[in-house]
């Protein structure tokens, strides 16, 4: 079966980028979305079709994806980013979501 | 505004049955295919359900076919899941989440705020 594989954790320091990674088989041929999800709350998608931003969602949020990895990028990380993170791919026409990583800034 | 609201989570035993709803509101719920997604504790994200805007195209994860049923009921703007001999690994946090019908690539921009579903004797 199909699986998503994100780094468990990331740090960062605030103001710098952080760069967090999803790879799976040809993921590049396939759409990804990205979520952020903080305790307490329920995820929030912040990046859609590979690279696109929801309104709303900040400029430091960007997405690429190609060959088989797609990367989140954050940049200028501010503490409010501290969450987890997942994405999130189909597989024909199932779901399937990364372990998700653990972004901390310190 | 939009929001979706579930209700229905609870604790309940080994081998019994539950039925989760999703009622949603400020949006046209025929307009979006509908998902469950859950959060075991200490866990991500795990995708359960999907189901079309006409009901004609149910999915299920592995780890629910056959135990899980998801349907809707356009009328009432509710989502539905019925959970089945439950296990202890159920446990969890489940969202209902939506994605517009007729686009490719496009997350799921509304979640709503969980409801909690405790397997245990």
């Known amino acids: 079966s199909y699986e998503l594989t994100q780094p468990p954790s990331v740090s960062v320091s605030p103001g710098q980028t952080a760069s967090i990674t999803c790879s799976g088989d040809k993921l590049g041929d396939k759409y990804v979305c990205w979520y952020q999800l903080k305790p307490g709350q329920s995820p929030v998608v912040i990046i859609h079709q590979d690279n696109k931003r929801p309104s709303g969602i900040p400029e430091r949020f960007s997405g690429s994806n190609s060959g088989n990895t797609a990367t989140l990028t954050i940049s200028g990380t501010q503490a409010m980013d501290e969450a987890d993170y997942y994405c999130q791919a189909w597989d024909t026409s199932t779901v399937l979501f990364g372990g998700g990583t653990k972004l901390t800034v310190l | 505004q939009v929001q979706m609201v579930e209700s229905g989570g609870g604790v309940v035993q080994p081998g019994r049955s539950l039925r989760l709803s999703c009622v949603a509101s400020?949006?046209?719920?025929?307009?979006?295919?509908m998902h469950w997604v859950r959060q075991a504790p200490g866990k991500g994200l795990e995708w359960v359900s999907v189901?079309?805007?006409?009901?004609?195209?149910?999915y299920y994860a592995d780890s629910v076919r056959g135990r899980f049923t998801i349907s809707r009921d356009n009328s009432k703007n509710t989502l539905y899941l019925q959970m089945n001999s439950l296990r202890a690994e159920d446990t969890a946090v489940y969202y209902c989440?939506?994605?517009?019908?007729?686009?490719?690539?496009?997350?799921?921009?509304?979640w709503g705020q969980g409801t909690t579903v405790t397997v245990s004797s």
């Open positions: 989440a939506r994605i517009l019908i007729g686009t490719t690539g496009f997350g799921m921009d509304v």
């Open positions: 400020g949006f046209t719920f025929s307009s979006y295919e």
């Open positions: 189901i079309s805007y006409d009901e004609s195209k149910p």
